[in-house]
């Protein structure tokens, strides 16, 4: 089935089964292979993208789903690595492996455009969901932290 | 299906001006090495894009003064990759702004008779051992350039000096650039000594930020799995859910008319050899997407024949072990009769036994592979700490001379001594598959593949015995391990289960130490910090029930038992200076000592704790001390320590294999937990460092000593002694 989806701000046409994972759609059919696959069940978070500002796990999202939806890739997030997560996660030097991270920042950025000082609380259930098996979570708290800072201070 | 060309959003020159926008100091206008995959033609691994002279293997040098380093070493998360530029950049005495990177060629060095002396990266050895040829690139070249300008000078080479990419000798100046190519043809009488003295170093031990850290904020580091060939298929396979059973038969008819469905292929098994993981039993469904071969791979109707190995269960091997644990084993080391005969003498005695379950790698990146066979060449894209292992291994499968296979070097979505593609049988898979349909093929094991099918830590069950004298300090240790391994080996790999059990520092009279390798069908690999990961738990409680029974604090114990062992010494007096460790708390709150040393380095972690009445663990904070001897790069080596202990917690609280019917329950995310955010303690990592000639390892050896900490840490908050894992299956409430 054809569909057009809106990614990263350009409409992109895809002929794929319509029960078809985002995920796959992004990283086989669009090219985008910022967005990870971990484990398919949306349980580890390496997938996560925006849907209409919403942080979502593109491994259960269907394609068809999202037809009329802004989607938001971590290639999207900003052109240049601007994004005040993303400059924050330079400056901690967060990412080990960096699989995980684009996840991890898409489900930062969405927190912050909704909540621009959560406390620790707040970021610890925003971002239970995404895995990291470098153990980097100490400096992704820090790094919200401090993204969260920047964010406040523009 | 339409496919739509793909399109990077971000141009490498864009990304190069971002990561100098948003990074700072060192890194700015440092290029990435180029692993972009997904647009690189295939043959690209074989022709090095540097611009300029070589000057040895490791460096290129341009006329503009740039200066190419070839990475040899995989970057996994480790910070592999800076490490390595720090330490031929410290020698070469380069301005960090003019350095560029690209991985080296893995098949020159194998054509080339081991060129880069090692093209693998594991056992925490990147700077532990591999510093002496890497610094001796740098300084070789740094010479060679001073005598090249020496001779055009008319001076002696001793007269000049060479620093940041500049050669001077009194009012002369000229740039490496300049004397590139004469440097290449300079032949030196001896090669220059390294300078290992720390004091004297200009960049190694500067806390320096990683080089691959922009790739993995915007999505453009290229991972295996990102991979894109030309005409490329995709497979999804399955081998016996219950490990080395028998494929029987499988219905295509039933799954061909899919979409996008291109064959189904039995692969048969292949025994392993050194250095090259076997193949099990499998059936592969490849189809145009990845997606569209999943879902066939699901609805394939296949049998198989699992054998004897499905009666095996955890609860049979935990009694298997704790019976070994009552017969003699292989003694480690030499035989001390008196360790027994001490201990049946004594009037007081402390006996423990302890159990740990199969652990899994779970790298985040899941186990994949791509790999093209044509018939001149093959070219693999895997996510192997091993190049050379994946070169032979592929050869291997296809037959193919292992010189006319290329690997490419790629960002790895995690390590941990699973060696991604490398370790498991996913890069045979790939091979036969490509070798057989005639094109490009990428292979991706699910999640649930991956957790069933990866090579896992194994099994390990201890009972330790010690005899305590007046003093209260023990007069004997008499200690048996098993490990359950899928060859019955002590030894997997370069790791033994002696790891953490028998090679600890402590001054016991008399000492033996037996093992037993006990066999399981469960495929079985090194894992970060193999044999102490396990081992060290059961050591390092049972330190803390015998000070305990002999009355000792057990911090005081352990500065006791290690008197004039002065790098221990310097790690315990830190660790009391700095930890506040105290044994009176009020109840549900307790702190805990565990120190195993590993790949070279001595590691005490101090836990602090909270148990609530109805048995919630919150572990608030772990203290690492470490002696590695020195630090090349406090920043990633920080890193290290927090993700070690990190992933060592993930298994001794919320993770555990647990075998049912010769397979793991645990299938996935779901029931395979790895400690998530909410859970994480705070970690604070300090170094102890003795100096001297001690290299030790540092991406391994902070893990082991934090889950018997913990457990120290439990029963001063609760009573409870814990002999087992995961801590999320014991009771820990309190009254």
């Known amino acids: 089935m054809k569909f057009t989806l809106n990614i990263n701000g350009e409409s992109q046409q895809v002929d794929v089964e319509p029960e078809t994972p985002l995920l796959w759609v992004l990283r086989d059919d669009v090219g985008l292979t910022g967005t990870k696959f971990g484990c398919g069940i949306a349980r580890c978070g390496a997938c996560t993208i925006h849907v209409d500002g919403q942080a979502m796990k593109s491994c259960q999202l269907q394609a068809s789903a999202a037809v009329g939806k802004k989607i938001t890739t971590i290639e999207g997030l900003s052109k240049d690595s601007s994004h005040p997560v993303q400059q924050a996660w330079v400056e901690v030097g967060v990412p080990q492996c960096g699989y995980c991270q684009s996840g991890q920042i898409m489900s930062a950025s969405a927190l912050l455009a909704k909540r ?39 | 299906m339409n496919k739509i060309v793909s399109k990077k959003t971000l141009s490498r020159r864009s990304f190069i001006q971002a990561s100098a926008a948003v990074g700072g100091g060192l890194m700015l206008g440092f290029h990435m090495p180029d692993a972009l995959a997904a647009t690189i033609s295939p043959k690209s691994s074989s022709t090095s894009t540097a611009v300029g002279t070589e000057i040895n293997a490791w460096l290129v040098i341009d006329k503009d003064n740039t200066v190419t380093m070839r990475i040899p070493h995989t970057e996994m998360g480790q910070g592999g990759l800076t490490s390595v530029t720090m330490l031929i950049a410290e020698e070469l005495n380069v301005d960090w702004s003019k350095i560029k990177t690209e991985w080296a060629d893995a098949n020159r060095h194998l054509r ?22 890497l610094m001796g690139a740098g300084a070789s070249a740094r010479e060679r350039l001073k005598q090249a300008a020496a001779e055009a000078w008319g001076i002696d080479r001793s007269q000049i000096t060479a620093k940041l990419g500049t050669l001077t000798a009194g009012n002369r100046t000229a740039t490496y650039g300049e004397f590139a190519e004469a440097a290449a043809k300079v032949k030196l009488d001896k090669e220059p000594e ?87 039993d499998a059936i592969a469904v490849v189809a145009d997407s990845y997606y569209r071969a999943k879902t066939a791979l699901d609805l394939l109707p296949v049998e198989w024949d699992f054998g004897e190995a499905a009666k095996d269960n955890s609860a049979a091997y935990y009694a298997a072990g704790h019976k070994l644990m009552e017969q003699k084993g292989q003694v480690s080391g030499k035989e001390e009769p008196k360790a027994a005969e001490t201990i049946a003498a004594s009037s007081k005695v402390v006996t423990a036994s302890y159990q740990r379950p199969f652990e899994t790698h779970a790298r985040m990146e899941p186990i994949n592979a791509t790999v093209w066979v044509q018939d001149d060449r093959i070219d693999v894209w895997s996510p192997t700490q091993d190049q050379s292992a994946a070169i032979t ?10 010189k006319n296979v290329y690997a490419h070097t790629m960002f790895l979505g995690g390590g941990f001594g699973g060696n991604g593609g490398g370790g498991t049988g996913v890069t045979r898979q790939a091979a036969e598959i490509s070798k057989q349909l005639k094109k490009p093929v990428k292979v991706i094991w699910s999640r649930e593949e991956d957790l069933a099918q990866d090579k896992q830590r194994p099994l390990a069950v201890a009972k330790l015995t010690a005899s305590i004298g007046d003093d209260g300090l023990p007069t004997a240790l008499f200690t048996r391990a098993a490990w359950f391994s899928q060859d019955a080996m002590n030894q997997i790999g370069g790791a033994t289960s002696d790891y953490g059990i028998y090679n600890i520092p402590y001054k016991v009279p008399y000492r033996q130490h037996e093992r037993h390798n006990a066999k399981t069908h469960i495929p079985s690999s090194t894992h970060r910090a193999p044999g102490a990961n396990q081992m060290g738990f059961m050591a390092e409680v049972f330190v803390d029930e015998m000070a305990i029974a002999g009355g000792w604090d057990p911090l005081e114990w352990r500065l006791k038992m290690t008197e004039g062992l002065d790098d221990f010494q310097l790690v315990f007096k830190t660790l009391k200076e700095k930890a506040g460790f105290r044994t009176d708390l009020p109840k549900g709150e307790g702190m805990g000592i565990a120190m195993v040393e590993s790949h070279g380095t001595i590691a005490a972690c101090c836990a602090t704790v909270t148990v609530s009445r109805r048995g919630r663990l919150n572990i608030e904070k772990i203290l690492v001390v470490l002696d590695a001897g020195r630090v090349i790069n406090p920043h990633a080596a920080t890193e290290q320590c927090e993700g070690s202990v990190c992933w060592e917690l993930s298994h001794a609280w919320t993770g555990g294999l647990e075998l049912e019917g010769g397979r793991f329950v645990n299938t996935n995310f779901d029931s395979y937990n790895l400690l998530r955010i909410d859970q994480n303690p705070h970690v604070e990592t300090i170094f102890a460092s003795s100096g001297g000639d001690k290299f030790g390892g540092l991406g391994e050896p902070a893990g082991p000593p934090a889950p018997p900490a913990v457990a120290n840490a439990i029963f001063y908050a609760t009573g409870k002694r814990i002999r087992s894992t995961p801590f999320r299956q014991h009771d820990l409430s309190w009254t």
């Open chain 2, 393 to 402: 291994l592929v050869a291997d499968q296809t037959g193919m001379d292992p």
């Open chain 2, 194 to 280: 390294i300078s290992i003295d720390p004091t004297k170093w200009w960049l190694l031990g500067k806390p320096t930020q990683r080089l691959d850290i922009p790739n993995k904020v915007n999505g453009s580091a290229q991972y295996a799995i990102d991979t894109k060939v030309p005409g490329m298929v995709y497979a999804a396979v399955k081998a016996s859910p219950v490990p080395w059973g028998t494929l029987k038969s499988h219905n295509f008819d039933a799954i061909k008319s899919r979409p996008g469905v291109i064959a189904a292929i039995p692969l048969k098994a292949v025994a392993g050899k050194r250095g090259q993981p076997d193949l099990q």
């Open chain 2, 112 to 133: 080339n008779n081991k060129e880069y002396k090692v093209m693998s990266t594991h056992g925490s050895q990147l700077v532990r051992l591999q510093h002496p040829h």
């Open chain 1, 116 to 154: 621009k000082n959560p406390t620790d609380a707040e970021i610890e259930a925003a971002m239970a969901d995404n895995l990291c098996r470098c153990g980097t979570y100490q400096r992704i708290m820090q790094a919200i932290r401090l993204a969260s800072s920047k964010i406040q201070q523009a």
